[in-house]
């Protein structure tokens, strides 16, 4: 069984303050994607790694978010500080490998920065 | 780069309608196209790949390279069909995957 498990599923918190994303891949897979999702649009890719090894990073805000991917497994994302547009839906995803496209998606983790 | 256009933000269709999502792309190479699914309170999943040419729930689509589109079409909606619609493109080669705005589709009983 392909997926992902994400946490949370919700967080509010205030303005400047910290906040960090997990994702848990269910079985192995190589490519793991963080994606935003604004309200009213598609999915906008963040980063994508390849195993440990963040191949695109080039839509990560690196002032204030950061990613991980400990052992080419679990991945982390994280915002600091956060500020009120950052207020959206964080999904998580693998991909399968042979099959370019097909991504299997976590249920996101929405956050509303107040 | 990469874009897909998704014109149609809202669609509504009766049950036993003909149904289609529109979608258009650009992209200079050769494109793979997809279509995403969400239903309500589900995960986005995959709908259907234009590689396979299948047909997953009564729907089709066809890439068509000389209009650059790919758009979603069903002969009978039915109302298990409402949920909010992705296009995405990848690019040869390329692992990204780009979505389009969406477009939810509601089914009128």
């Known amino acids: 069984e392909a997926g992902v498990v994400q946490s949370p599923r919700y967080k509010i918190i205030e303005k400047k303050q910290p906040v960090a994303f997990w994702c848990n891949p269910i079985?192995?897979?190589?490519?793991l994607y963080w994606y935003l999702q604004n309200l009213g649009q598609g999915p906008e890719l963040l980063i994508r790694y390849e195993n440990e090894e963040a191949v695109d990073d080039s839509q990560l805000p690196k002032d204030r978010f950061s990613a991980e991917r400990l052992k080419g497994v679990d991945s982390t994302l994280k915002i600091q500080p956060a500020e009120l547009g950052d207020s959206a839906v964080y999904l998580c995803?693998?991909?399968?490998?042979?099959?370019?496209?097909?991504?299997?998606f976590g249920e996101g983790s929405r956050l509303t920065v107040l | 780069a990469q874009r897909v256009t998704q014109p149609e933000k809202l669609l509504s269709v009766f049950k036993g309608a003909p149904v289609e999502l529109k979608c258009n792309y650009s992209y200079s190479g050769s494109p793979e196209l997809f279509w995403y699914v969400q239903y309500s309170r589900q995960r986005l999943q995959l709908l259907l790949r234009h590689i396979s040419r299948e047909s997953i729930k009564g729907f089709t689509a066809d890439l068509n390279k000389g209009e650059t589109s790919f758009h979603l079409k069903k002969p009978f909606a039915q109302e298990e069909d409402s949920a909010m619609y992705y296009c995405?493109?990848?690019?040869?080669?390329?692992?990204?995957?780009?979505f389009g705005t969406g477009t939810r589709l509601t089914i009128i009983p």
């Open positions: 079985s192995g897979h190589n490519t």
């Open positions: 995803a693998v991909g399968d490998g042979g099959v370019a496209g097909e991504l299997f």
């Open positions: 995405a493109l990848s690019g040869s080669g390329n692992e990204k995957l780009t």
